[in-house]
């Protein structure tokens, strides 16, 4: 999912505009732009819409067998009168203030056979109270287009690890929903997941072994409930913590400094910043108060 304000998943500036990573610039080695249609679109929950994409194109994009595969979103001011795919380079030299805004989110589902997948936006309010994204998937019709590039990854759970702690708020909620669904039916460990609204709590499959744990409200209580873990076998663990820049700050010392679980065996970062969109959040990231390793 992202957050359309630093991230992939839902923006919270408080609200969106915040959905994580990467940056939109020059550069060597960039994925092509791929054009995908919107077939469908539904409303998971109250605050939650999934876009179901397809198309030709999406055999471009480069699949990968991790559980946060993510896209970057490019996506024009419907003013503009742009339509993708864009030529970015001559927009950068001609029009520089008409360039698509780029919006990382995580793939909640990836269906090959189909030629199919689908996107979560959280949807914070109506018009300014939404980023970019979240009103691009309010408004989106079956049919329309839209271009991306990807998908990167990094993270899926391992066969071999003792049990699994994975930690997030509604950002990182479809990584979490897709690595439950690919862990192995003995796998065990603990799940937690902050959200603002009960109404956006998600029934998730997962193994019976693992518990799904949601927290309401504050979202330090993440914080608060991995401080009061006990973590007998911090080697054999293995945990995916990804969320808010400023908690996820907080989650690492207390992952890594205090439980004393191996680096390696913790996948982190940040998927947004409070009070940042996107692209404050990306140049930050290069900057001190970017950094959640201390």
């Known amino acids: 999912m992202s957050s359309d304000a630093g991230r992939s998943t839902p923006g919270h500036d408080p609200h969106p505009d915040a959905t994580p990573r990467r940056d939109a610039g020059k550069g060597k080695g ?6 995908l249609e919107v077939l469908g679109k539904t409303r998971v929950t109250p ?11 999406i055999d471009q994009l480069a699949y990968n067998d991790s559980t946060d595969k993510y896209v970057k979103l490019l996506l024009a001011d419907p003013s503009s009168g742009l339509t993708p795919p864009y030529d970015l380079d001559a927009l950068r030299e001609s029009s520089p203030e008409l360039l698509p805004a780029l919006r990382t989110y995580t793939v909640r589902s990836w269906d090959r056979q189909t030629g199919k997948i689908a996107l979560d936006f959280v949807l914070h309010g109506d018009g300014e109270l939404d980023g970019i994204a979240a009103r691009w998937a309010d408004s989106a019709l079956p049919g329309d287009l839209v271009a991306m ?8 759970p391992d066969p071999a690890a003792t049990s699994h702690l994975l930690i997030g708020d509604h950002s990182a909620l479809p990584a979490i929903a897709s690595a439950l669904e690919a862990m192995a039916e003995d796998a065990r460990g603990l799940a937690l997941i902050h959200l603002d609204h009960a109404e956006d709590s998600l029934n998730l499959a997962a193994p019976d072994g693992l518990e799904v744990r949601y927290l309401i409200g504050e979202r330090e209580q993440l914080v608060e409930a991995v401080t009061a873990l006990d973590v007998p076998d911090p080697e054999g663990v293995q945990v995916f913590a990804h969320g808010e820049r400023g908690i996820v700050k907080q989650l690492r010392r207390e992952l890594v400094k205090v439980k004393r679980i191996p680096r390696d065996r913790v996948s982190i970062s940040a998927y947004w910043a409070l009070g940042r969109i996107e692209d404050q959040f990306q140049a930050e990231k290069r900057e001190p108060i970017g950094q959640i390793d201390d």
């Open 30 to 35: 960039k994925r092509p732009q791929v054009v």
């Open 47 to 57: 605050n939650l819409m999934r876009i179901l994409l397809g198309g030709e194109q």
């Open 149 to 156: 590039r990807g998908a990167g990854g990094g993270y899926a």
